[in-house]
């Protein structure tokens, strides 16, 4: 019995069912389906459309998507991951049912981009390595009532949120049951969340994950908890947005990625018993700083990423590294050597979790396999040091992508083409358009 229907049998008033699936963006898109076809849903009986996938952040089809076009759009096969599904925050008779998109062979789809998981922890295992992650991920409650994004009012008080409030208990304390009711549907759903801090923004506040050995589950945790987490604010009468810097003035909402990486016999690697970590570390750091800008477009997705891309924002602007330094993009954190690890901080809020993911892990695997070797770590901040800079614009960061044998190595064919035709046709619509339309777009999709 399949895993969907052994948890039906476990559930009461359950109706439909809506399969979601990742798609090039990172936004989840799927079928709903009656609970009484449980078993053609289990039996990868539910199709969509080839192109369902590759659709750009407003939903339409991405243009010269090769195998789309030569197939007249054929049909694929949209099937459980296997993931225990969840009650959904919004209608308590509807089941969330994970999933991915599958040729009819059961192979993955090129498009869709939860399988380059797959192909990542291939290359670790082939070294009888294991990798470690934890993301975290930041966001803004905004006033729905509001055309453009304005900070909510506090639900006891009802007082709007002004200055930056970082670390405020009070905060936590106002806006407690939408968190509260975060974790609970994260619980509920499998999400192993750990702590909840207020952050340096009216209404801005961060929730970390806890680190996973099983990538899939690290990753999809943070790609359904992303969907849970706006769904509470809906309910309890507030937007949630990922946009990376929806006010000017304010700091940006980044996702940041910790990793650290085990050998067979459970050893972390990055570990030597020193405040300096591992030479395996070290190299590791050497390959993220060395394909950092090839790998922009996947932490800064959109046309909003860019500008929370800006100096004494806690975003990183120069290619550097440091120990405990949040000024840098990559961070090497302190606390116990045992637990000697890596901190990547270019990624903003809005960036897909499955191609950060996997592209930070090959890059660090990368500069291993070649023993880069990293500068001297910084010492102080980083942004009145005269660093190469990371890259501030989207035309740039398409064109380094475009570039990079890198990239060409680790994406599919069909998934690079489609990737690089969406964020090229995103970036002339948007710039197209004024701010309204930019806001109008990204608030409630990313």
Partial sequence: MSNLMQWLQSQRGINTLLLAAPDVNGVMRGKSVPARDAAKVSNGEVRMALSTPSVNILGNEIDGCSQVDGSGDRDIVLCPTGRTPYRSVLADDI?????DFLMDDGTPVQTGCRHLIQSTIDAYHRRDWQPVVALEVEFYLYDLT??????????????RLTGRECGSIVDLQHFAPLLNDIRDHCHDAGIDTTSVLSENGPGMFEINLNHSKDLYKAVDDMAYMRLIMRDVALKHGLGLTY??????DLDGSGQHMHFSVLDSSGRNIFDNGTEVGDTVLLHAVGGLLDRLNELVLFCAPHVSSYRRIQP?????????????NRTVPIRIPGGNCSARRIEYRVAGADANPYLLVSSVLM???NGIDHKLSPPEPVTGTSYDQNFANVLCSM???????????FIKNLLPVLFR???LNCKKQEYALITSEGRQFEIDTYRGRI
């Fill in 95 to 99: 089941a969330i049912v994970p999933a």
């Fill in 146 to 159: 509001e055309a453009t994004t304005t900070p909510p009012k506090s639900p006891l008080s009802g007082e």
């Fill in 243 to 248: 946009m990376p810097k929806p006010y000017a």
């Fill in 312 to 324: 004494n924002s806690y975003a990183p602007t120069g290619i550097c590294w440091g120990y405990d």
């Fill in 363 to 365: 890059a660090a695997l």
């Fill in 395 to 405: 035309p740039s960061a398409i064109n380094a992508f475009e570039e990079s044998s």
């Fill in 417 to 419: 083409e489609a990737y």
